[in-house]
Every structure is written in C-alpha cells, then in structure tokens.
C-alpha cells in the first residue's frame, strides 16, 4: 500500500442546531497525507455530502482569510494549515454560536461552557513602542483574539482572548500588523508553558 493509498481515521462532532439535533462525533476514513481541510473536503466530496464546514483560501499561503478555524484536538487552529493525523478530533470553534457541523457565525459569540482544552497555547507580545493603534490586527483576526484599549492615552493592540487564538497555523495579526509590532509563540516552544 503506497503513502497515497493509506488511511487514518479522523472524528468529527456533527450538529445541526435549526434541526434540533444535539451534537454527536462521527468518524470517516481520509488519505493520510494533506491538511485537515483536505480530509474535510474529502469527506464532502467521498463519503458524506452533508458534512457543513467553511473555507477561503484553499490553500497553506497566508492570504487574508480565517474561514476555516476550527478546533483540532482542542487547540484553536486553521483547517488548510493543520496536517491531517490518526485519530485527529475536529469540532468548531467554541468561541462563535454554530450553524451547522464546523460552520460558525463569526458574528455572533456565545457563552462558552466548554472553554478551549489547551488554554494559552500561544504567547502574544505586543510592542508598545511599535504599536500605533491602527486596528489591522483587529480587522484580520478571524476569531476577534484583539481589542485596542487606551493605554498611557494612546490607542495599543492588547491580546483579549488568547485562548481562541489560532496560533502558528494562522498569524494574519503578526503578517499583516505594518508596524512588526505583534509577536506570536507557540507555548511548547517556550518551556513549561508557566509565566
């Protein structure tokens, strides 16, 4: 059996609230190689053209996208950025009220009773001396991680909600942020993960 022929069995928590139905995991055989969004389209397309998920870019560039932020065995990541793996568990976003399956309304956060498993899997810095307000990092985040607060009387990008943050898979803050002035790190990268 070649690399493109093998199989890993990935979960899905399904729902579909405007139907009444409560959510349940549902597991699909995918290819092995690809990203999460890969798997996702190749269940659509394959094996369950139900399945409800959302996505932009199509693609591992950084384009100015966020639609497919899902949650990945419970930290917060982009689908077209996360490899697919063995028993990888996929749900939507907590932070945004669910439609249906992993599509979320981006408009509407909800009250979250079940937070983030892995919380603060990222560290945020954000210069102070380099920040100057402008709010591009408010208006790219695809799951609103940023506020701007008046700190020392001038508007600075402060970090509201890093637990919802996409972390390395995604970084459209720290791309797109014209002054350099965002920093993101992953937790494990930095130790114990304590500060």
Not at 60 to 73: K, T
Not at 89 to 108: A, S
């Amino acid at each position: 059996m070649t690399e493109r022929e093998k199989k890993v069995k990935i979960h899905i928590l399904r729902s579909d609230p405007e139907m009444g139905k409560g959510q349940k995991w549902q597991s699909y055989s995918v290819p092995s190689s690809g990203s999460i969004l890969d798997a996702l389209r190749y269940v659509y397309e394959q094996e369950d053209s139900t399945l409800a998920f959302r996505f932009g870019c199509s693609g591992p560039g950084y384009e100015r996208c966020g639609a497919c932020a899902v949650i990945v065995d419970g930290v917060p990541t982009l689908s077209c950025r996360h490899l697919v793996h063995e028993g990888a568990r996929i749900e939507p976003h907590p932070k945004f009220e669910i439609l249906r399956d992993l599509v979320v309304d981006f408009d509407r956060e909800r009250d979250r009773t079940r937070q983030i498993e892995q919380q603060a899997h990222v560290k945020i810095t954000v210069n102070p001396d380099r920040c100057d307000g402008c709010r591009d990092c408010v208006s790219v985040c695809p799951v609103k991680v940023f506020d701007v607060q008046k700190i020392g009387g001038k508007g600075k990008a402060v970090p509201v909600d890093i637990e919802s943050c996409c972390g390395l898979a995604c970084m459209q803050c720290a791309i797109f942020c014209r002054n350099n002035a965002i920093t993101i790190e992953e937790r494990k990268a930095l130790g114990d993960g304590h500060e």
